[in-house]
């Protein structure tokens, strides 16, 4: 053990020496500190996995059930395929919205990630558009599916759930 000297350091550095620091009660050690960091940041990790959880669970039940009640109104029905676009152009909004906001709100950064990552990058785009047009089948398909069937035999029924970035293997690019 290395000794502490009068001006609170210790005498001796290596691998048995004890800081002046560590020896005062109420006091952590930076490895003591960033672990209940960790474990502090697993717990709220966990609970924001079961919040998310619930929430995909509403929103999923509450989509089928109100498209249900809307494709099984009397009248004049809507194309699906404008349901579609508009879910699609209300992503891209969403999107947009939020890249703005991590740009700090500047335009110009956010025209200029845009470009990079649309433009100069188009291999990228050109290997997320496949997807994307087989995923909006899926969609219309979907709607076929939820006018013809009961909303519980739709809900039950075996479906790929996987977006068009993660089936293209592409995540890194922004929204």
């Known amino acids: 053990m290395a000794a502490v000297g009068s001006g609170g350091s210790s005498a001796a550095t290596g691998p048995g020496a004890v800081s002046a620091g560590a020896l005062e009660p109420g006091t952590a050690s930076a490895g003591e500190t960033s672990c209940l960091s960790s474990w502090r940041w697993a717990g709220a990790?966990?609970?924001?996995?079961?919040?998310?959880?619930?929430?995909l669970v509403v929103q999923n039940a509450s989509l089928i059930l109100s498209i249900r009640y809307a494709r099984t109104l009397p009248g004049d029905r809507f194309f699906a395929t404008t349901a579609?676009?508009?879910?699609?152009?209300?992503?891209?909004?969403?999107?947009l919205l939020l890249l703005f906001a991590?740009?700090?709100?500047?335009?110009?950064?956010?025209?200029?990630?845009?470009?990079?990552?649309?433009?100069?990058?188009y291999v990228d785009t050109l290997k997320l558009a496949v997807p994307s047009l087989i995923y909006t089948l899926q969609n219309n398909l979907q709607y076929v599916a939820i006018s013809?069937?009961?909303?519980?035999?739709?809900?039950?029924?075996?479906?790929?759930?996987?977006?068009?970035?993660?089936?293209?293997?592409?995540?890194?690019?922004?929204?």
């Open 102 to 121: 991590q740009k700090r709100g500047n335009v110009k950064h956010l025209v200029l990630f845009l470009h990079e990552a649309v433009l100069v990058q």
């Open 84 to 95: 579609v676009v508009m879910a699609e152009v209300l992503k891209g909004l969403t999107c």
């Open 45 to 55: 990790h966990r609970r924001l996995k079961y919040i998310s959880l619930a929430v």
């Open 148 to 175: 013809n069937l009961p909303a519980a035999t739709f809900q039950v029924s075996p479906k790929p759930n996987v977006a068009p970035e993660e089936a293209a293997g592409v995540g890194e690019r922004g929204c």
